[in-house]
């Protein structure tokens, strides 16, 4: 699974730092534990070397793992806070909005996400933003607590009823991106699922023109209705 945007950069980078963390701190304890055992251990008759290490080697050792490990909250600090800046719009994104972020609700409901762009339109389960442009989704719930979860482009992030949380990401590529549920919300959770299309700005200004003439077409046509008695 390849990042997708500056914030799932930062996330994939302090996984590596984690995994080579690791296998820095596993061979080094391997590597010390072959070492005592070739230099220390017993031969047919005599005894093993009993040794202790002096207050120098402890305090070297123990010094080490210190910095290992203030290297290592440091490294996770900074990566963490790079991920959580709002990332700008670039030169290819959607420039209307200027410097704002281009602001979309995300309201989680049992069991499927809506979407509604700022020009009215809305849809259903599939998201379109348009490419190198700064997206913040304000995360809304009508029941229960949803997470919108769609790790190439974001972090995780709770729908959580009465409250509005935010996730910001900025697509570098165009392109179609999933998510899955990542809360259980109920029965048909596993269904909620949600699809992110990346396309260009003008792609993305079509979309949003042509949904709300839709739903515009759509309302218009039950006034009719109603106006003329056919409807029950
Ligand atoms: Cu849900």
Do not use: C
């Amino acid at each position: 699974m390849a990042p997708h945007s500056p914030g799932t950069d930062q996330i994939d980078t302090l996984l590596w730092i984690g995994f080579v963390a690791g296998v820095i701190l596993i061979a080094a304890v391997n590597v010390g534990l072959i070492y005592a055992l070739r230099r220390f251990r017993a031969e047919r008759g005599s005894e093993p070397s009993q040794i202790t290490g002096g207050r120098g080697i402890q305090t070297r050792v123990g010094g080490a793992l210190g910095v290992f490990a203030l290297a290592l909250l440091v490294l996770g600090i900074v990566y963490t806070e790079k991920a959580q800046e709002a990332p700008a719009t670039g030169s290819a994104g959607l420039q209307a909005a200027g410097s704002e972020p281009l602001r979309i609700e995300a309201t989680g409901q049992q069991w499927l996400w809506r979407y509604d762009y700022p020009n009215e339109a809305f849809s259903y389960y599939k998201l379109v933003v348009p490419v190198d442009t700064e997206v913040e989704l304000e995360l809304v719930s009508t029941d229960v607590v949803h997470t919108w979860d769609v790790p190439e482009l974001a972090g995780k992030r709770d729908a959580v009823p009465g409250k509005t949380n935010r996730v910001a990401f900025r697509a570098g590529e165009e392109g179609t991106y999933f998510g899955q549920s990542a809360t259980l919300s109920g029965q048909a959770y596993a269904a909620m699922r949600t699809e992110v299309e990346v396309v260009s700005p003008e792609e993305y200004e079509a979309f949003v023109e042509s949904e709300k003439a839709d739903i515009q077409t759509a309302q218009d046509r039950v006034v009719e209705l109603l106006e003329s008695g056919e409807a029950p």
